[in-house]
């Protein structure tokens, strides 16, 4: 029997190698950053496995949108903040956003570079930034250098070690999503908590 991040796998590997999977990535990196839940690494590294001589191009593309979808991110939390309050505490999120302008007030920068290049909700971060007006030239800095470390890292280390890597990669992905779900759980718990 199939598991679920096989079904995933598959899936992601044939939309990796549809002709618009550029588009969908684009897409997919500009709403994570500041409203969509699943991050674009899972559909990067599909889409380096199907075309590895593109892997730079494919995080450079990923890194423009998703620093774009901080943009839009930080702008709503500038302009909009009471508006998505709501929001927020719906999703379970206010202890994080909290949190979140906390780690701001203390290290301001490094708070944005390490959100961009970790697993932690970069989204929340982008509405921070915003609401707390942060000024926008270092969060945009920031933004790039910790979405494109991370973006770059996964392209090459893919691209690299890919068509080695790939069958077990394939054999053992259901059990890699789901310590990647328990990690994600871990840092959701040590953040909000």
Do not use: N
Request: glycine fraction near 10%; proline fraction near 7%; include cysteine.
């Amino acid at each position: 029997m199939t598991g679920l991040f096989s079904r995933l796998y598959d899936w992601t590997l044939r939309l990796a190698a549809h002709r618009h999977a550029p588009r969908y990535l684009a897409a997919l990196s500009f709403s994570e950053s500041s409203f969509f839940p699943i991050p674009p690494d899972v559909m990067l590294m599909p889409m380096v496995l199907a075309r590895p001589a593109r892997a730079m191009h494919l995080a450079l593309l990923t890194t423009v949108f998703s620093v774009l979808g901080g943009l839009f991110g930080y702008l709503v939390g500038y302009f909009a903040i009471e508006l998505v309050m709501p929001l927020i505490h719906g999703a379970g999120q206010t202890a994080a956003y909290e949190q979140a302008q906390a780690w701001f007030l203390q290290y301001g920068f490094w708070v944005v570079l390490l959100a961009g290049f970790s697993p932690i909700p970069y989204k929340v971060f982008t509405l921070a930034a915003g609401g707390l007006m942060l000024p926008i030239l270092p969060f945009l800095l920031a933004s790039l250098v910790g979405r494109g470390s991370r973006f770059f890292l996964v392209a090459g280390l893919v691209g690299w070690g890919g068509p080695k890597l790939e069958p077990l990669l394939k054999r053992y992905i259901d059990w890699i999503g789901w310590c990647t779900v328990l990690v994600l759980v871990l840092v959701y718990f040590l953040v909000v908590h």
